[in-house]
């Protein structure tokens, strides 16, 4: 059975302190894994996609990264406005073109200035 | 851009009655649209896949007669929750794919549910 597990479950950092998010998968032949944003109240904003072990992403102060099993997501000198739910999924290849994401619980980040 | 838009934001409805929630792509075309449900401090739970002219295709454990959708267009799909009630109270949230993309999804921004 696909699974994604996000860790941790919150995050408090100062403001400037580099952390990162761990997202672990399994799936039946990753087709892609997928990294949004979500502020309170709001549908996930689209962040990375990742395809391939090794694979690297970077947007402003964020970096994806990825292996056979696991994703990270790094974040360097955060600011409060990088406080959110951080969601990681992954796309199954039996899932076809269909889109199918399996989400993870996502970590809450919480950057205190 | 991808935008995809939800309406209503939020609705309040009693007990019994039904409620429609629209999800459009704006400037793309949507061949597959899915609708997820999130509770408070939890994961999207995807509900229902539907694809443009034909029947949607549902998660095991969602009431395919409870949740009524249709996607009668490239860039129009809509949830009917019939008979409403307060446990089905969440956040309802529908995201679509480009035709002939990467596979990447692209969210509304969610209807918050109120059943009283």
């Known amino acids: 059975e696909d699974q994604v597990t996000q860790s941790p479950e919150a995050l408090r950092l100062q403001e400037g302190e580099s952390s990162s998010l761990n997202c672990s998968y399994t799936?039946?032949?990753?087709?892609?894994l997928f990294w949004y944003r979500q502020d309170p109240g709001k549908g996930p904003e689209f962040l990375f996609t990742l395809y391939s072990a090794g694979e690297e992403k970077e947007k402003e102060r964020l970096k994806a990264t990825l292996t056979k099993k696991e994703s990270f997501l790094h974040i360097t000198a955060p600011k409060p406005e990088d406080s959110a739910t951080y969601l990681c999924?992954?796309?199954?290849?039996?899932?076809?073109?269909?889109?199918?994401?399996?989400f993870g619980q996502g970590t809450t980040l919480q950057v205190k200035p | 851009g991808a935008v995809v838009s939800q309406h209503p934001s939020w609705v309040i409805c009693k007990s019994g009655t039904s409620v429609k929630i629209e999800c459009r792509s704006l400037?793309?075309?949507?061949?597959?649209m899915f609708w997820y449900r999130q509770f408070p401090k939890q994961s999207l739970m995807l509900m229902a896949t539907?694809?443009?002219?034909?029947?949607?295709?549902?998660e095991q454990g969602v009431e395919k007669d409870k949740f009524l959708i249709n996607h009668a267009s490239l860039t129009l799909s809509t949830l009917t929750v019939t008979s409403a009630h307060p446990e089905d109270s969440s956040f309802y949230i529908c995201?679509?794919?480009?035709?002939?993309?990467?596979?990447?999804?692209?969210f509304g921004e969610g209807s918050r549910l109120t059943v009283l």
């Open positions: 539907s694809n443009e002219g034909s029947k949607a295709t549902y």
């Open positions: 995201s679509a794919t480009k035709e002939g993309g990467t596979g990447e999804l692209f």
């Open positions: 400037d793309f075309q949507a061949t597959t």
């Open positions: 999924a992954v796309q199954s290849r039996l899932s076809g073109n269909t889109g199918k994401l399996i």
């Open positions: 799936v039946s032949g990753l087709r892609g």
